[in-house]
């Protein structure tokens, strides 16, 4: 089974779990003993770069397990099959991958070309579990390079496609605010606490709590700040994302730092954008294009109003795509490219109209009518294609 089926195996736990979720917080308003931490809009973006972030990683996949696959075959060291597929061996590469991922991670705030990447996780100024399966459609394209060490030592592609999957799917159940403190597992594993703490903007949680299953490396290599009562945890990126495009969502950082780098006068400074951490520019930069300093005391929940009608006909649009996603990654090992491609294509374009309909920049009768073509010409791809794996 691969690694996509797996994902769509998990999806409706996923949901089942953001149910419960949102019943319980929902349940805790109405006693205003808690609240409830999701917005219709932000669920369903967060989701929807979730599904962008599948999808592309089926195409990323072949790169990115390629170079790894290459390098364990060429200098991997201990290449012992039988210890590595033994119960201990799995345990020790999936602490060596938890080790790689807490450097990814901290080079994901610390480097401006990776939080390129990885801020579309942070975006959100909500935190629930919906918040986990917002993830970026461009980290593979440098992550690889954090797990490499793993390849030399020998841990095989086999056991290393295993403990990601393992470290990715322990990571969902830490994003609510409906679990508190947990005493000694706090000061252990990456926990709820912990990563509320990693995700808020507040000058003292900021850059902390990198840990993916274990916050020991935090405690180890001084990043770890424990949750404070005395200081709520404000979500979401200090230059806030403020829309509900997932394509704008993936590219504004990116364009940021494009735009900086072409407007430095200096070769040096162009590099260098893209290498500091996040929110360096150059001098020549900032003094002609400012930026206005953060104040979280500022900052505002985006939450464009949704009419009732324009809600239901997004939960219908939104149910639609989450079965062609599923669709697409339980039979993505078995299509062409070119067919994977083009019904990647159009789930893409389906998401962008969802966003641009839940933003208040399409109506939903227009939506309906571009919605209705874009199902029309992928039902005639099916019928039309040659071979079509959809109709085997």
């Known amino acids: 089974m691969s690694a996509p089926q797996v ?22 308003e109405r006693r205003r003993s808690g609240r409830n931490t999701y917005r219709l809009s932000d669920l369903i973006n967060s ?5 962008l972030s599948q999808l592309s990683g089926v195409f990323s996949s072949l790169l990115t397990i390629g170079i790894y696959s290459a390098v364990y075959a060429s200098v991997a060291l201990f290449p012992d099959q039988a210890f590595w597929h033994s119960v201990p061996g799995v345990l020790l590469a999936l602490l060596f991958y938890d080790f790689c991922y807490y450097w990814l991670h901290r080079g994901g705030h610390r480097v401006a070309l ?13 935190y629930n579990l919906s918040t986990a399966l917002r993830q970026t459609s461009s980290g593979a394209l440098l992550g690889w390079l954090f797990y490499l060490p793993m390849a030399v030592v020998g841990v095989p592609p086999l056991i290393f496609g295993i403990v990601a999957l393992i470290n990715l799917l322990y990571q ?17 594993f990456c926990s709820p606490s912990n990563h509320r703490v990693h995700h808020a903007v507040n000058d003292r949680y900021l850059d902390k709590n990198y840990g993916g299953i274990l916050v020991l490396w935090d405690r180890l290599f001084g990043t770890f700040e424990a949750e404070a009562d005395a200081e709520p945890c404000v979500y979401g990126t200090r230059r806030p994302l403020n829309s509900w495009d997932p394509l704008w969502a993936n590219a504004q950082v990116y364009w940021a730092l494009l735009s900086d780098s072409w407007r430095a006068q200096r070769w040096s400074d162009k590099l ?17 294009w ?44 078995a299509w062409p490219a070119s067919e994977l491609a083009l019904w990647s294509l159009l789930l893409l374009l389906s998401c962008w109209l969802l966003g641009a309909l839940l933003q208040g920049r399409l109506g939903w009768r227009p939506a309906l009518l571009v919605q209705t073509a874009t199902l029309a010409l992928t039902l005639a791809l099916v019928i039309s294609w040659p071979g079509s794996g959809a109709l085997q």
């Open 290 to 333: 400012p930026q206005p300093k953060f104040d979280i005391a500022q900052l505002e929940i985006f939450e464009p109003p949704l009419p009732a009608a324009v809600a239901w006909f997004a939960c219908a649009h939104f149910a639609t795509l989450l079965l062609g996603v599923a669709l697409v990654l339980w039979h993505a090992s």
């Open 7 to 28: 994902i769509v195996l998990a999806m409706p736990v996923f949901l089942l779990l953001i149910a419960l979720e949102f019943a319980w917080g929902l349940a805790r």
């Open 47 to 51: 989701i929807s770069l979730g599904m």
């Open 172 to 188: 969902f159940w830490v994003h609510t605010e409906q679990i508190g403190r947990l005493g000694w597992f706090d000061r252990v």
């Open 114 to 126: 990776l939080w390129a990447a990885h801020s579309v996780h942070h975006q959100s100024q909500h």
């Open 272 to 288: 260098r954008v893209w290498l500091m951490p996040p929110g360096w520019r150059p001098a020549d930069v900032a003094m002609r």
